[in-house]
T-cell receptor, first 115, second 111 residues
Framework: GAGVSQSPSNKVTEKGKDVELRCDPI?????LYWYRQSLGQGLEFLIY????????KSGLPSDRFSAERTGGSVSTLTIQRTQQEDSAVYLC?????????????FGAGTRLSVL | SQQGEEDPQALSIQEGENATMNCSYK?????LQWYRQNSGRGLVHLIL?????REKHSGRLRVTLDTSKKSSSLLITASRAADTASYFC???????????FGIGTKLQVIP
């Protein structure tokens, strides 16, 4: 596609439910990143994919968070047993590769609200 | 803690004035980037400066980098109301090219 696409754009869920957030990166981009942004805050790194593997998942805040990427393209971030503190905007970015300048292209994000 | 820390955290200026935002970081870098985020949107890349560069221009943007002080500044000249947004610096470091974002500066340009 023309840009990074994330879905859904908004998600409201009840505490304790599982949610799946999807990211469709720019075609041909091998690197994919997930970030979390709380209201009025900076970006918190969650996980990085190179192809289908995740060499850096150091930012995942707990074992309730997991992510996968298939076919070197679409990625899914899953949050199990959601808590109210999980409420944030989840941003996905992709870049051509990590070796060059590493300029990242962002999606518009998924706004998650846990009631 | 964040690798990049922007200063000030919030800035309000009149249209036509210049806006200066600063970013400090702690470790050595390969390059430093500035991004812009409009309310409710993703980040958009503005400009990249390599570690061996001291200054770079792009339109009304001027970025400086002082690796001895581990700091960078972003200057927006002749600001416009449409420049109202949050601005983030991002450092790229290590052989792994890890990208770390700061907490951002929220700029408001008053028409």
């Amino acid at each position: 596609g023309a840009g990074v696409s994330q879905s859904p754009s908004n998600k409201v869920t009840e505490k304790g439910k599982d949610v799946e957030l999807r990211c469709d990166p720019i075609s041909g981009h091998t690197a994919l990143y997930w970030y979390r942004q709380s209201l009025g805050q900076g970006l918190e790194f969650l996980i990085y994919f190179q192809g289908n593997s995740a060499p850096d998942k150091s930012g995942l805040p707990s074992d309730r968070f997991s992510a996968e990427r298939t076919g070197g393209s679409v990625s899914t971030l899953t949050i199990q047993r959601t808590q109210q503190e999980d409420s944030a905007v989840y941003l996905c970015a992709s870049s051509f590769d990590r070796v060059a300048k590493n300029i990242q292209y962002f999606g518009a994000g998924t706004r998650l609200s846990v009631l | 803690s964040q690798q990049g820390e922007e200063d000030p955290q919030a800035l309000s200026i009149q249209e036509g004035e210049n806006a200066t935002m600063n970013c400090s970081y702690k470790t050595s870098i390969n390059n430093l980037q500035w991004y812009r985020q409009n309310s409710g949107r993703g980040l958009v890349h503005l400009i990249l400066i390599r570690s061996n560069e001291r200054e770079k221009h792009s339109g009304r943007l001027r970025v400086t980098l002082d690796t001895s002080k581990k700091s960078s500044s972003l200057l927006i000249t002749a600001s416009r109301a449409a420049d109202t947004a949050s601005y983030f610096c991002a450092t790229v470091s290590g052989g792994y090219q890890k990208v770390t974002f700061g907490i951002g500066t929220k700029l408001q340009v008053i028409p």
